[in-house]
C-alpha cells in the first residue's frame, strides 16, 4: 500500500491517505507538531480525530470565539489553559491546551478557560471537577443551553456571571428559536442583525480565513464567586471583543517562543518572510499570507529600524513599487526584498516598474 502523503500549498497541510485524510492550516499544523512532538504518522491519525471532533461540533451549530475575544477571557485570570474545542482551532498564545482527557500541548495546569459548548462528556467532567476544587477559572457558554444539551451546568451554581454578550439580532418572519440554536447562517435573509462579530465563521481553519460571523445567540462568562482578582479593565476588554463590528479577526504576527511555531508555519514564514534580514514588502490581504504575512494595503515595512526612519513609502502603483526597489537595490542598509504579493500580474508590474527606474537612471 502506497504511502501516505502530506504537503502543504498555499498555507494550507493536507493528508491524503485514503483513511486519514484532511486539510487544515499549515500554521497549525507546524505548531502542534512542534508542541505535541509524535511521529508523523501518529500526527496524523491525532489530526483526523481532532477534524472529525470539529466538524461535528460545526455540524451542531457550534461557532469558534474569535481570538480577540479568547485573548479577553484569557487576561481575566492570566489564564495558562484552554480547554475545549479541537487541537486545529486552538489559538497559539495559551501555553497548555487540551479537552479533557487529549491534552493537545503543555500542561494542564494554571487558570483555565473553558469553552463549554465546545467540550465533549470527558470535558465537561473535568470541568466540574475544576469549579469545585479551584477558583482560578473562566467559563466561556451560550446563556441557555442549546436544545438537547441536558448536562448539568455545575459552574451556575458554583460561579457568578461576569459578563453576558447580548445579540443584537432581529428575525423576520421566524421565531428566535432559530437563531438560538445557531443553525441559520448569516446572510439567509431572515434576520437583521445589528450586534458585533464575536466568533469565526464555519471551517475557518481549514480555509485559513479568519473572517468572523455575526452574534446569533447571548453568551455569558462565569467566574468563581468567590473571584476578585481581576483588574478594572476585564469588563471593558470583554465587551469591546463582543461589540468589535470588523468583518476579520486580529492578525498580528508574534514571534515569541508560544507562538513562533505557528507563524513559522505560514506560507509566508515557511518562505522565510519572518525575522527576514532585509527589506519586506507587501502587496496582499493579511488573510491570504497566512495572517499577517505583509502589512495591509500594501504598506511598506522593514526589519531596519533606520532604513525605517528615513523612508516609509506605500506601494501602490506600477512605478512605486519599481521605485521602491529601485532605492532599496541602491541603499547601504538594505541589500535584499521579500516581496509579497497574491497574482502574477503584481509580480508582473513591479519588474515592469523597476525595469523603468533602471532606464530613466
Known sequence: MEASKVFTYQGLTTCTDVDTSWTIKSSAYNHVRHKKGVIEQGMEKFIREEVDYQEQLEAAGYRS????????????????????????????????AGRGTVQFWGEARGPT????????????????????????????????????????????????????????????EQGGQEAEEE??????????????????????????????KL??????????????????????????????????????????????AYWQGTEVGRMGGYEFQGATL???????????????????????????????????TERSWGLSCWHYKRQPLVRMIFYCVTTKRYCVSLRNGYDKEERRR
Open 113 to 172: 478557560v473553558f469553552l463549554w459548548d465546545g467540550l465533549d462528556e470527558a470535558g465537561r467532567e473535568l470541568c466540574a471537577d475544576v469549579i469545585h476544587t479551584r477558583k482560578d477559572w473562566v467559563v466561556w457558554s451560550r446563556a441557555r443551553p442549546i436544545k438537547g444539551d441536558n448536562t448539568p451546568r455545575e459552574f451556575e451554581q458554583a460561579g457568578k456571571t461576569f459578563f453576558c454578550g447580548k445579540a443584537k439580532c432581529n428575525m423576520k
Open 282 to 316: 507587501g502587496h496582499a490581504k493579511t488573510a491570504r499570507w497566512g495572517q499577517g504575512a505583509a502589512d495591509s494595503r500594501g504598506q511598506l515595512r522593514t526589519n531596519a529600524p533606520e532604513w525605517a526612519e528615513r523612508r516609509k513609502a506605500q506601494v501602490q
Open 215 to 260: 452574534n446569533t445567540v447571548n453568551m455569558t462568562a462565569w467566574v468563581h464567586k468567590e473571584c476578585d482578582i481581576m483588574d478594572d479593565d476585564a469588563l471593558f476588554r470583554l465587551q469591546t471583543a463582543w461589540n468589535n463590528p470588523q468583518q476579520k479577526d486580529e492578525c498580528s504576527v508574534c514571534l515569541n517562543d508560544l507562538e513562533r
Open 65 to 96: 470565539p474569535t481570538w480577540k475575544m479568547l485573548r479577553a477571557l484569557q487576561s481575566l485570570l492570566a489564564a495558562e489553559q484552554l480547554q475545549g474545542e479541537s487541537a486545529v482551532t486552538t489559538p497559539p498564545f495559551f501555553p497548555s
Open 183 to 212: 443553525m441559520e447562517e448569516e446572510g439567509s435573509g431572515n434576520k437583521v442583525n445589528v450586534g458585533g462579530r464575536a466568533r469565526r465563521q464555519r471551517g475557518w481553519w481549514k480555509r485559513g480565513d479568519i473572517e468572523t
